[in-house]
Every structure is written in C-alpha cells, then in structure tokens.
Nanobody, 135 residues
Framework: QAQLVESGGGSVQVGGSLRLSCTISGDHYIRYCMGWVRQAPGKEREGVASTNTGGSGEFYADSVKGRFTISEDNHKNTIYLEMNSLKPDDTAMYYC????????????????????????????WGQGTQVIVSS
C-alpha cells in the first residue's frame, strides 16, 4: 500500500518562501497524478497545484499561479511545492494527494485535478503540513 509523507511546512513572513515535500513510499510517483490541496480554517479545500503522471502537465490555481511551482526528484521519489512571495491568504494546512485510478481518465484534465468537488477522487493523501504566513 503506497503512502504519502509530507514535510516542509512552517511559519514565514509575508513575501517569504517555503518548499513542501511529498515522498511516496511503497510505489513510484511516476504512476500517479498528483495534487497539492490546502485548507484554511473555516474554509473549504482548495486544489492549488497538480500534475499528471511523471510530473507532466503542471496546472495551477489562479490564486497561486506565478508564485508556486511543482517539481520532482525521481531518485528521491519525491515531489515538491515551491512557494514564493507568500501571502497571509496562503496560510493553511497543505496536503499532497495522489491517484493511480484516475490515470488515463480524469487525471488528464487539469481543471478536474483541482476541482474542489472532485478532490475526493484522489485515493492517497498525506498527513498534511501547516503553513503560516504572517504580516
């Protein structure tokens, strides 16, 4: 059974940067489409960034476009979310999510991968890592 383990959250000031990591154990990330999802207190989940299999087809929510970037390390079996120019609105719990079942189906649709109504289609979730951006 594959599992996702996240790390890298923390507290930064406005304009700062953080890099979140999501390591897959028990399988290889190439087989999955991946998503980064955040949830702020009192708000619904928001898909912010995603890729299709092997890190292809990067897609970002408008709220983070130009500031967040997904990257991968094949040898470490890890995907990253590089977050720059952080704002207080970026404060949230961040989760990585993965789906193998969606490969060849909804994973091919970038907007679907971030659709709040579809996030439960991801069958694997990390434990979450907290990001706090203070002014």
């Amino acid at each position: 059974q594959a599992q996702l383990v996240e790390s890298g959250g923390g507290s930064v000031q406005v304009g700062g940067s953080l890099r979140l990591s999501c390591t897959i154990s028990g399988d290889h990330y190439i087989r999955y489409c991946m998503g980064w999802v955040r949830q702020a207190p009192g708000k619904e989940r928001e898909g912010v960034a995603s890729t299709n299999t092997g890190g292809s087809g990067e897609f970002y929510a408008d709220s983070v476009k130009g500031r967040f970037t997904i990257s991968e390390d094949n040898h470490k079996n890890t995907i990253y979310l590089e977050m720059n120019s952080l704002k207080p609105d970026d404060t949230a719990m961040y989760y990585c999510a993965a789906s193998a079942r969606g490969v060849g189906r909804w994973c091919s649709a970038p907007r679907f991968r971030l659709d709040p109504l579809r996030l439960d289609e991801y069958e694997l979730w990390g434990q979450g890592t907290q990001v706090i951006v203070s002014s």
